[in-house]
């Protein structure tokens, strides 16, 4: 009932929204077509500065593009942003993050990210919360590299630092509301406006309903619907001249169903028919078991759904002190997630799998920092969190009639001391640098894997790890002329370790994983800002890098691990290219190209391992490999780009964009083969009178109904494969209403 009066609420927002903005004012004016390129502010070192002045490797999303280039949650960013990879490992709702080819391949909500995603500032932990719907957002910008001396959180990947909008000094309302291919709908609202001279509020909500495309092969049952609704509330005090508070809290609640997976081979189910390969890619299959029902709390009807319930508060603090300002940043987040996955897609219970978590975290930041035009400019911190994340997860594995139950219950406690600053050896060269500090303890207790018949459960055993760890980054910046920076940087990056949640516990947590990062750069532009083109180049010594490996249960055969990679390295950069050739006519462009190889690694051969042993088990016989000179399993190539045109006849205003990527080959270690490149295409063209503030869009997204997959699966066995297929072409209309 909650999700249909939040969806209620949302509605009668946009409705709010819409007939003030009719009632009570003539339509704002239009932004007249652009000549040059404007300036991007960002806060990406945690002051206000153009982004073409910050030393770091930075794409920057505004929040008005989110629509045109199709993102709708963060795994969407891989197709705008050259040299990043998202996905839902395994169609599941935990996402990774990959940037340069930093970054894990794993399903369970315990572990550290290699990438840090934060929302105004507060950092996510737990990559699982951050699936709720991109909302009221005024940019997004992603930092590639390690980054460690400007955030409270350490990670080897690079930052995602989502940017929501901030409370107004003047009355305003806006809507959106779209419809689409499948009977997918989506209405976003809100509401801004000053309550007194010093006090200012901003309400937005969002719900995101429809959209089921796949179907069952056995029933015809439709599997995909989207059932996402959220409400933000933005409250700014200006106690004086010099002190203000943001209070901000976010609720969310998704229930989605989860994503159906495709057979790519055939299929021999234990017990059951031999299902051959799917020839149309929108079938799958699913059908939970009573016990795993029982265990979720769901009817026998339940298809692979998603019941995840947020909430975040949090309060930040500005003081201007006089030489120096003073910021405090004070969090707390409280998710809870339950998820059933069908991993086999069939109605036999091989690979059927139920989530369950629940995470708090409370975090304390306190920061100082310069308050002048001097040559040196620096800032300190310290940052602490304290963590909790029950969880685990039932499985209903290769037709075994118990359930397997995996809990734990793990708590992080951490605290790092971070610095940065930038120093003006003259008018052109700068130096820039910053250390880091960061002590964690982590522990883990559980019982371990168990077969649920009833019998007697072992006592739990505790396990331990902790990091104490030096990071830091430092380089110069040289002004080449008042239009092209040059930089070159030399960071360490340390990530935590962990623990493996999967399948088993293990006493020996996997190691936090080390990256000398190497970057150089430039950015630059040309003929009156028309032109923007900045690039980077990196090399990366990565120690210990953690990877999804594999491992064998004598009784149950493969089970997936975390497990560390000595020694490898990865090499490459990007380019970003912005054109506006003529006015109204813009044009941009990306590449990101990077390769990598193991250097020392010897890892399980699984299907070697499989093939010396009887098809179901016991596995006696473990066969190893050494993979040292082999290609690290990201794709090679990323490419993307954007054309759009504004033009005018009479009173109406036109818009059209499109914009597209490309993704190369990459290896599935899960399922041994290769997930094929493909391309992808989204278009859109607008138009609203002039004389008024609103628009009407028709779009298409997956314009060319191109064939990609998100990941693959071989859990039960090397020939049995799965994958995790995209939504093919839709295409909707969209209408923007502001005052």
Do not use: C
């Amino acid at each position: 009932m909650r999700q249909y009066l939040l969806g209620a609420s949302v509605i009668a927002l946009a409705v709010a929204a819409s007939t003030t903005a009719m009632a009570q004012t003539a339509p704002a004016a239009r932004p007249q077509v652009a000549t040059a390129i404007d300036d991007v502010i960002v806060t990406a070192q945690r002051r206000e500065q153009a982004a073409q002045d910050v030393g770091i490797a930075l794409s920057v999303i505004g929040g008005e593009q989110l629509d045109e280039k199709n993102i709708n949650v963060v795994n969407d960013l891989e197709n705008a942003v050259p040299n990043m990879e998202v996905d839902s490992q395994f169609g599941s709702g935990q996402p990774q993050f990959r940037i340069r080819g930093i970054g894990a391949r794993e399903y369970s909500s315990n572990n550290a990210s290699t990438v840090g995603v934060y929302v105004d500032e507060v950092a996510h932990p737990y990559t699982v919360t951050t699936q709720g719907a991109l909302f009221d957002v005024a940019r997004l910008e992603v930092l590639r590299g390690p980054q460690g001396t400007l955030y409270g959180r350490n990670t080897t990947g690079g930052a995602v630092n989502i940017i929501t909008n901030a409370p107004t000094r003047e009355l305003s309302a806006g809507v959106v509301a779209e419809y689409g291919t499948f009977d997918r709908f989506k209405i976003e609202g809100f509401v801004s406006g000053p309550l007194s001279d010093n006090l200012r509020v901003r309400l937005a909500a969002i719900t995101d309903q429809g959209g089921a495309w796949q179907y069952n092969r056995d029933t015809g049952e439709a599997l995909g619907d989207v059932d996402k609704t959220a409400i933000r509330g933005r409250l700014v005090w200006d106690i004086n001249d010099n002190v203000n508070i943001n209070l901000n809290a976010t609720y969310a609640r998704d229930q989605s169903d989860g994503l159906g997976f495709r057979l790519l081979s055939s299929y021999p189910a234990i017990g059951g028919p031999v299902y051959p390969p799917d020839t149309e890619w929108r079938i799958t299959g699913w059908r939970i078991s009573p016990a795993l029902a029982a265990a979720a709390g769901v009817p026998l009807s339940a298809k692979p759904f998603r019941d995840n319930e947020g909430f975040d508060l949090n309060a930040i603090v500005r003081a201007d002190l006089g030489p120096v300002n003073l910021t405090s940043i004070s969090a707390y987040q409280t998710f809870d997630r339950k998820e059933y996955n069908d991993w086999d897609s069939t109605r036999f219970y091989e690979s059927d799998v139920l989530f369950y978590n629940t995470i708090k975290v409370l975090s304390q930041e306190l920061r100082l920092d310069s308050n002048n035009e001097g040559p040196f400019q620096w800032m300190v911190g310290a940052h602490y969190a304290n963590e909790s994340n029950e969880g685990g997860f039932f499985t209903q594995f290769r037709g075994l009639a118990p359930l397997i139950e995996t809990a734990y219950d793990q708590s992080v406690e951490a605290i790092g001391v971070f610095s940065n600053g930038s120093y003006e050896l003259s008018e052109r060269l700068r130096l820039v640098g910053g250390l880091r500090y960061e002590y964690e303890e982590r522990s883990l207790t559980s019982v371990g894997t168990q077969l649920l018949t009833g019998g007697a459960v072992p006592p739990p055993v505790t396990y331990t790890t902790d990091l104490s760890e030096v990071s830091g980054r430092f380089g110069m910046e040289y002004d080449l002329s008042d239009d092209a920076l040059f930089y070159a940087n030399v960071a360490r990056g340390v990530k935590s370790g962990g623990f493996t949640t999967y399948n088993a516990t293990s006493s020996t947590p996997f190691r936090p994983e080390i990256v000398w990062a190497y970057e150089a750069g430039a950015k630059t532009e040309l003929f009156d800002r028309r032109i923007r083109l900045n690039g980077a180049v990196f090399y990366y010594d990565y120690r210990d890098q953690q990877v999804q490996g594999l491992e064998y249960d004598r009784d149950n055969g493969r089970l997936g691990k975390i497990t560390n990679v000595p020694e490898s390295h990865i090499y490459g950069g990007e380019v970003e290219f912005t054109w506006v050739v003529v006015p109204g006519l813009e044009l941009s462009q990306n590449v990101g190209y990077k390769r990598g190889k193991y250097d020392v690694f010897n890892a399980i051969d699984g299907p070697a391992t499989d093939a010396a042993n009887p098809v179901n088990g016991p596995w006696d016989v473990i066969i190893t490999n050494d993979l040292s000179d082999q290609r690290l399993g990201f794709p090679t190539l990323t490419y993307g780009g954007a054309v759009s045109y504004n033009w005018a006849v009479g009173d109406l205003e036109f818009r059209a964009e499109t914009n597209y990527s490309y993704r190369s080959d990459l290896y599935s270690v899960s399922a041994n083969s290769i997930i094929p490149a493909y391309w992808l295409a989204n278009a859109s063209l607008s138009v609203g009178p002039s004389s008024a503030d609103w628009t009407v869009t028709l779009w298409s997204r997956n314009i060319f109904d191109q064939y990609f997959e998100e990941s693959r699966n071989g859990f039960n066995s090397s020939s049995r494969r799965t994958a995790s297929p995209h939504q093919p072409r839709t295409v909707g209309v969209r209408l923007n209403l502001k005052y």
